[in-house]
């Protein structure tokens, strides 16, 4: 089983970036096999990666449970949605995708939630990393995705909501009794010092990872909607490096 890092915080701080950053420095620094999980179903992570998704998880689930005499003899219904999930998984050159895609309707909530753990436990034991873009919040942990997460990074943008958005989160995932190995706060956008947020900061108890400048070429990539990998800025990346090397160290 990889190492789980889940990206959370208040929708617009950046976590997708962070996430696709994070998914580039493992990939570039060929720290092993990976997949990266778009679970916010407002997906723009294929994007940000500059890949195509085909299929979603919760698109395979659902045809695959309308289909009549779909499951081959002999095979389990859960084991069969389990490889054709597999095979909508998206493959970079040095990374995988999945994309869970956008639950529709209460209908049939339960049980897709409990086939989308089951698969998603089988999925990933084939890889080293394993790099989750959350939707802001806890609530869609509960239902369907990780119950164990190793790293548990709560990107804040430069203000005091953010950080308090980021505790916020912090603390629900403790009540949810989600087993988190560590987790690490993260500051993006920054245009000035840490000193006005550092008492917010000290107050939401997790320690801080560092913190990625504001920087235009992230903002004209989106503009353009062009792949991280094509961002040239060494202070973002330094920024990443130092913030990777404390997550992992
Ligand atoms: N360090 C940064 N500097 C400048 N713009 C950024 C930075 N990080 C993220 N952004 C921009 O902020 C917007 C929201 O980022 P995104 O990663 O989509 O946030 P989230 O996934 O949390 O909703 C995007 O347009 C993105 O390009
Ligand atoms: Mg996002």
Redesign the pocket.
């Known amino acids: 089983m990889g190492t789980i890092i889940a990206v959370n ?10 996430a696709s950053l994070i998914v580039d420095y493992i990939a570039a620094n060929r720290l092993g096999s990976l997949l990266a999980v778009d679970a ?1 179903p407002n997906s ?1 992570l294929a994007d ?1 990666l500059g890949l195509k998704i085909g299929a979603t998880m919760v698109g395979v689930v659902d045809e695959t449970s309308k289909m009549k005499d779909a499951v081959p003899a002999g095979m389990s219904k859960d084991r069969f949605i389990g490889m054709r999930v597999q095979e909508s998984i998206a493959e970079a050159d040095n990374f995988d995708l999945l994309s869970m895609g956008r639950p529709e309707g209460p209908g049939c909530y339960c049980y897709m939630n409990s086939v989308l753990r089951n698969v998603l436990n089988d999925v990933t034991k084939n890889y080293s990393f394993l790099v989750v ?1 959350n939707a ?1 919040g806890m609530e869609h942990i509960s239902r369907r995705t990780e119950r164990v997460i190793d790293r548990l990074l709560l ?1 804040s943008d430069y203000s005091i909501m953010g950080i308090r958005s980021a505790a916020r989160i912090a603390s629900l995932a403790k009540e949810m009794d989600i087993k988190v190995g560590r987790s690490f706060l993260i500051v ?2 920054i245009t000035s010092s840490l000193n006005s947020l550092k008492n917010e900061i000290d107050a939401s108890g997790i320690p801080l990872a560092g913190t ?5 070429e ?2 004209g ?2 503009l353009e909607n062009m792949p991280i990998s094509k961002l040239k800025s060494g202070n ?1 990346k330094t920024a990443m490096a130092d913030i990777m090397k404390k997550i992992l160290g």
Do not use: F, Q, R, W
Not at 9 to 18: D, E, L, P, R
Not at 212 to 216: A, N, Q, V
């Open positions: 915080g208040k929708g617009g701080t950046g976590k997708t970036t962070v916010d723009t940000m873009d802001a990107v993006n956008k990625i400048p504001y920087d235009e992230l903002i990539l989106s973002v």
